[in-house]
């Protein structure tokens, strides 16, 4: 049956698909299983808990899920499709209906967040469930294909299937447009994606389509005109959560803290069980020395993390930073110590050895935050340890200067440089911390010869490329990347050059798998490349099954490193 066919299908035959019941209350479960039994359901498992809800889901893909809000101790319904989205453990078809007898407005919303197909309010009836269920069933099969694209991260494929359903489809035609704006902008498209925001607005005046334009406008420079249209969105629907967000981002571009502290307050009020909304109202308020706040964000923050899979170490060292403004060495320490047995890894060492010194910089003592410093400089000397990210970089670095360890902080500011040798606005904040550390010349000229090596680096494996000399090319850039791990310009390069050679010499297994997991990497550090998108699609082009393959091998690389973030 084609996915038209499923799109206006009236009657869906329920009996053979496969139904997951989340409740703790067993009554509630049997209700909900005789409801389904009655629609002719087979297959009904049940959990009684969110960690339990997580094992099925991780072992079985459902087709329905039914999931209370409140499931007692432990994840609640929200962490769980949250986590569930994140883990791509649904079927690009499979719906999720969230019931709860909760009306408040933090609970709906916390929820809604997470983007169920449908909120339900207890009691439900048997009408009610099963025509929410045909609705939602028959609406969601119109994506199926173009999901299977997205799970691909063929989005530019995708965004080619939306145009094909928006033909058979016109009813759903503004559902499909959201959709394919979403995924040019995930193909690093943005101006394609604005016109198909501006073709909604010539119809309907949504506030998604106006939230999409203003992200663009945004991205594009225009901050002032994206704020401005942020607020209309507020002023039209104080409820609106991520226009709150980006208005708060818009004004953080535009150097007000004060402002962006204040719509992340409003917003936390509005919808509180958000993980990284709390964790930056905690950092917005730390830079505005509002200690009270910063800590009551921090902690709610790690209350709701708990079960989460957004459970993050941030608002621990968050925290652990405001006890050490409030001269509580001893329970920063604890914070730090907990963060480090959660959370464990490399990186997480690092990171709390760098709040310590802070930690102890802050609160004037200044022996024991060297000590940080000089054992920070071991950590960086150790050739197995994985660099940290840009902001871990340029905040130990600081702090490196700050202590006396200039030679520490100079090599780590040379390395973001390396890998970061065409993004202007990060070179000028490295160039601000040699400044602040009276190294202004001597720092330029450091950022000169690290983009002049990144940049020869880069030309000479382009240079084998052009003049055919391929297997020469992929060996250079292979040792290009282990040298610099993080430069875009580089791995997209890379991947091109690995993809060339499977052009010319035919689809070779392990090329595929190489240039995918360059590719999956330069996702992970700045989703959203237009060239990402196009390298994708010239990847799956080379094998029938290589879409296949490449969803098998993300899913590997989520199970090894964590989500991929969207």
């Known amino acids: 049956m084609s996915v038209h066919q499923f ?92 019931v709860s007898a909760e009306k408040s407005v933090e609970s709906v919303m916390g929820a809604a967040e997470h983007q169920p197909d449908a909120y339900l309010i207890k009691p439900i009836s048997e009408g009610v469930l099963l025509t929410r269920l045909n609705r939602v069933w ?34 759903h035609e503004i559902d499909l447009l959201r959709m394919k704006a979403t995924l040019l902008l995930k193909s690093g498209e943005p101006e394609k994606a604005r016109r198909v925001y501006e073709r909604v607005l010539e119809e309907r005046d949504y506030n998604w389509a106006r939230c999409g334009l203003a992200r663009i406008l945004m991205n594009n420079g225009e901050v002032a005109s994206a704020q401005a249209m942020f607020q209309s969105v507020i002023a039209d629907n104080r409820f609106y959560i991520d226009a709150f967000d980006q208005l708060a981002a818009s004004l953080l571009l535009q150097g007000n803290i004060e402002e962006a502290y ?47 899979v957004r459970k993050t170490p941030d608002a621990f060292f968050g925290l652990a930073r405001v006890c050490g403004l409030k001269n509580d060495i ?25 709040t310590e010194g802070l930690v102890y910089h802050e609160s004037g003592d200044f022996r024991r935050a060297r000590k940080s410093g000089d054992e920070l400089e071991v950590m960086l000397a150790d050739e197995n340890r994985q ?12 702090l490196l200067f700050a202590v006396g360890v200039k030679e ?98 035919g689809h070779d297994a392990a090329l595929a798998d190489e240039a995918l997991a360059v590719l999956m990497h330069v996702d992970a550090l700045a989703p959203g490349q237009q060239r990402f998108a196009q390298l994708m699609e010239q990847l799956a082009q080379l094998a029938p099954i290589s879409g296949v393959v490449a969803a098998t091998a993300a899913s590997e690389f989520e199970a090894e490193n964590g989500p991929l973030p969207e």
């Open 7 to 98: 799109a206006v299908s009236k009657e869906v035959d329920w009996a053979e698909k496969r139904y997951l019941l989340v409740d703790d209350f067993v009554g509630i479960r049997q209700l909900l299983r005789e409801s389904l039994r009655n629609l002719g359901a087979k297959h009904i498992d049940q959990a009684a808990s969110g960690g339990e809800a997580m094992v099925l889901l991780g072992k079985t893909r459902y087709d329905v899920v039914l999931c209370d809000y409140n499931l007692g101790d432990g994840k609640n319904g929200q962490q769980v499709l949250e986590e569930a989205r994140l883990r791509n453990l649904l079927l690009p078809s499979s719906v999720w209906l969230m």
């Open 138 to 171: 028959n609406k969601k099969q119109i994506f199926r294909e173009i999901d299977h694209a997205f799970a691909d991260k063929d989005f530019l494929r995708a965004a080619k299937l939306c145009d094909e359903q928006i033909a058979s489809n016109p009813l």
């Open 262 to 308: 204040s719509v992340l307050e409003k917003a936390a009020k509005l919808s509180p069980n958000s993980v990284l909304r709390q964790s930056a109202l905690g950092q917005n308020a730390l830079k505005l020395g509002n200690i009270p706040v910063a800590e009551k964000a921090f902690r709610k923050c790690i209350d709701i993390g708990e079960y989460s």
């Open 330 to 354: 001893k329970e920063a320490q604890r914070l730090l110590n907990a963060a480090i047995h959660q959370f464990g890894g490399d990186q997480v060492v690092l990171r709390a050895k760098i």
């Open 387 to 398: 660099r940290p990210g840009n902001a871990t970089c340029l905040e130990m670095a600081t």
């Open 408 to 505: 520490a902080a100079t090599t780590l500011l040379c390395f973001v440089a390396r890998n970061n040798h065409d993004n202007l606005p990060l070179l000028d904040q490295v160039q601000q911390i040699f400044d602040k550390a009276r190294l202004s010349e001597e720092g330029a000229e450091y950022i000169r010869v690290a983009r002049k090596e990144a940049t020869d680096m880069m030309n000479t494996g382009v240079l084998l490329w052009k003049t055919g000399k391929l297997d020469e090319a992929v060996e250079w850039m292979r040792v290009a990347r282990k040298a610099l791990p993080n430069n875009l310009r580089i791995l997209f390069n890379a991947a091109q050059i690995l993809i060339s050679s499977m052009q010319q010499g």
